[in-house]
């Protein structure tokens, strides 16, 4: 099977694509929406791309292409502690010099205070993962950079770690998804590792309200209320059809096989919402 994520190697979405696949074809891809277009192209079998940070929040950019990619699936979620480390040339003798700071976005937030205390002055400049940061800063051995990224990007691409574990509170943890195309059908002779460990089940849908009127959110919301279904997130992203437009996602703890909730879809509908069912999937908890 061939899986994309988001590259290259040693990216944090990397070392959660090995645990959930250790035997299958890893793809790198250079951002998150190549992820996306792989597995609609059918390149490949899944994709694993980062959902959500427990620091930063939302990875809008997954958000958005889970909304725009027709026919897409989501058939698992995966929880992986995230520690980020500074780490610079092993040529450039110490960080008093570093003159740019590369990252993934979501890691420079994660890491904002600590890099606003000790690198006040040193631009800080967003780059496609973390690991390709680490990467950057591996092929220019006479440039002052350094990037933040995870123990096993130091090591892979002979960087020397100059400050350990500065993720701006201790608990960090993000939320990876697994994704495939919808139009070919699930192949459940290969479920999961038995060995991960999980915890539970939950469902994933994009809801689009009706016409804006009073309480439309609150009759949307009621239809999950008086089935007595647990939501664990929810969240609005623009349409980008206009300002104050926006869709939600939203994802509903348990099974998906008590009739109440399959027909929670039909009355979200009746309503006249727009639901995008995403998938009832496992979520397992990796270790770093
Ligand atoms: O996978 C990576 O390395 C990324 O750059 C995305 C990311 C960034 C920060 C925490 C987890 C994933």
Known sequence: MKIAFLGPEAS?????????????????????????????????DKAVVPLENSIEGTVSMTLDYLFQTPDIRVEAEAIMPIAHQLMIHPGQDNGEAIEKIYSHPQALAQTFNFLNQHYPEVPKQDFASTAAAAKRVSENPDRKMAAVANKFAAQLYGLKIINENIHDFEQNHTRFIVISNSSVSLNTEENFDSNLKTSGEKTGLLITLPQDHPGGLHQVLSVFAWRKMNLSK??????KTGL?????????VGGWDDLLYINSVDELQALGADVKFLGNYKEFLLES
């Not at 299958?24 to 059918?42: G, R, S, T, W, Y």
């Not at 929810?234 to 349409?239: A, H, Q």
């Not at 437009?245 to 939203?250: I, L, N, R, W």
């Open 12 to 44: 944090f979405t990397q070392l959660t694509a090995t645990q959930l696949f250790p035997n299958e074809n890893l793809i790198a891809k250079a951002n998150i929406l190549d992820c996306f277009l792989a597995v609609q192209n059918n390149e490949v």
């Open 234 to 239: 929810i969240e609005s992203r623009t349409l």
């Open 244 to 252: 104050g437009h926006y869709f939600f996602f939203v994802t509903v």
